[in-house]
């Protein structure tokens, strides 16, 4: 019989760590010296809800709020508006390929993740999903 592998307070922390780097779960594996199946069922046990999760991101709260940075103030647009709309033309046209490519892409977090941003991208460029930005629509 397999010898269990006890997860240390500063073994979950790690993981989290890497897991919020978006490392793949072999990568993980492979830096803190354990087997893959040890590293894939401590991940899927803590998402079916078995075991507590530490740090989940609330859906209405963006990883780098400005509350996190009050020390920064803005004093120029973080984006233009068209280079909004060319990362949300990226999204559009490579997201499932990147979902599909990527074995590990099965964080449903980091997915609603990138359609709010995709969503806000949006709002503030003018791309119209399906017909690109509305810098590029020719006028008939």
């Known amino acids: 019989m397999a010898t269990k592998t006890k997860?240390?307070?500063?073994m979950v922390s790690r993981l989290h760590e890497l897991r919020d780097r978006n490392w793949t779960v072999l990568e993980i594996a492979q830096e803190m010296g354990l087997p893959f199946e040890v590293v894939q069922g401590r991940i899927n046990r803590e998402r079916s809800g078995k075991l507590e999760i530490v740090d989940v991101p609330q859906p209405d709260t963006p990883p780098f709020s400005a509350t996190e940075f009050p020390e920064q103030e803005l004093t120029e647009e973080l984006l233009t508006k068209a280079e909004a709309a060319a990362i949300a033309d990226f999204i559009e046209f490579y997201i499932f390929d990147a979902i599909r490519k990527d074995p590990e892409a099965d964080n449903i977090f980091w997915l609603v993740g990138i359609v709010r941003a995709l969503d806000k991208l949006c709002a503030y460029s003018g791309y119209k999903?399906?017909?690109?930005?509305?810098s590029e629509e020719t006028e008939e």
């Open 129 to 134: 999903l399906g017909s690109g930005p509305e």
């Open 7 to 10: 997860w240390t307070p500063e």
